[in-house]
Every structure is written in C-alpha cells, then in structure tokens.
C-alpha cells in the first residue's frame, strides 16, 4: 500500500521526537501501535463479512439454479414426447376410426343385399 522504506521511518521518528519529547515517545508509539492494530482488525473484520455475504448470495443463487433449472429443464423434456406420443396415438385412433367406418358401411351394404336377396325386405 504504502511504500515506506527505512529514511522514511528514521525522519518520522526523529519528527516525532522533537515534538513529543523523550519522555511521551514510547506511550505514543504504543497508543499508535493500539490504534493501527484496531484498524486492521477492523479492516479484516469488514473484508470477512463481506466475503460471508457473497459467498451466501453465490449459495442462495446456486440454490435457486437447482431448483429450478432441473424443473424446468424436465419438464420441457416431458412436454415434448408426450406431445408426439399424443399427435400419434391421435393419428392411430382416427385410421382406426376410419376403418372401422369403412368396414360397418361395407357389412350394412352386404347385410341389405343379404337381406334382400333373402326377401326381408319385400314386405315394406
């Protein structure tokens, strides 16, 4: 951070000497001393708890993706099949129809020629 080498630390001292005098220099450095190592405490305290925060958002984030993602992602891997199945079993269903239609009309006409022939119907 700061780039302080010995000259600087050595003219700071000798500063510090003639304004406090020999007598408050060491309380000084130790009260300086305090006051530097409750910063830094600090410091790193506020670092941590915004590391904590991040990591608990990356977590509730990662939480969410999980939930949903894997919901919506099988789901719409559901959707599709049964759709074709659907469209399929649709196409089944109405050929089935159609034949079984085809097939009624064919026995009626061969039940009336049946009929017909069998004189059923000459009363009417």
């Known amino acids: 951070m700061f780039d302080v080498g010995f000259w600087e630390l050595s003219l700071i001292a000798v500063i510090a000497l003639l304004v406090v005098g020999p007598e408050r220099l060491p309380g000084l450095a ?10 830094r405490q600090m410091l790193t305290s506020i670092k941590d708890e915004i590391d904590r925060e991040i990591k608990v958002d990356e977590i509730k984030k990662a939480a969410q993706e999980a939930v949903h993602n894997p919901v919506e992602q099988t789901i719409g891997e559901t ?29 009626k006409k061969s039940a009336v020629k049946a009929a017909s022939s069998n004189g059923a119907y000459d009363d009417a």
């Open 79 to 107: 959707i599709d099949p049964m759709r074709t199945i659907k469209q399929d079993t649709e196409k089944v269903m109405n050929e089935a129809r159609s034949q079984f239609e085809d097939n009624n009309k064919g026995e």
């Open 30 to 39: 130790r009260t300086l001393g305090l006051w530097l190592g409750k910063a």
